[in-house]
């Protein structure tokens, strides 16, 4: 099972930045995707950003414009940097590696790391 850490979050004012960043135990090639996902408070978990194997990227459309995503194979390493942040981003962001060998599937989370945007 890989193991997937999370940093770089914490508390921001609205407009601020942060870069959040997921450390896997193994080569992220071994993934067909990897993503980011939130839950905020009282909420159901809702994706934010996912890239593929092919470097294909998705965005939610609430991110869209602000949220950037990337990955670094030579360390295994997923970022998302997030600009102009809102109070409504604050939220527990979980990093996730997706994998579909024949008719398995791998589907790995990490812990999370909270978010807080506010004043």
């Known amino acids: 099972q890989v193991q997937l850490v999370e940093s770089g979050g914490g508390l921001v004012q609205p407009g601020g930045s942060l870069r959040l960043s997921c450390a896997a135990s193994?080569?992220?090639?071994?993934?067909?995707?990897m993503g980011w996902y939130r839950r905020a408070p009282g909420k159901q978990r809702e994706l934010v950003a996912t890239i593929t194997s092919g470097d294909s990227i998705n965005y939610a459309g609430s991110v869209k414009g602000r949220f950037t995503i990337s990955r670094d194979n030579a360390k295994n390493t997923v970022y998302l940097q997030m600009n102009s942040l809102k109070p409504e981003d604050t939220a527990v962001y979980h990093c996730?590696?997706?994998?579909?060998?024949?008719?398995?599937?791998?589907?790995?989370w990490g812990r999370g790391i909270q978010v807080t945007v506010s004043s």
């Open positions: 193994e080569s992220i090639f071994s993934f067909n995707v």
């Open positions: 996730n590696a997706f994998a579909r060998i024949g008719s398995s599937t791998r589907d790995s």
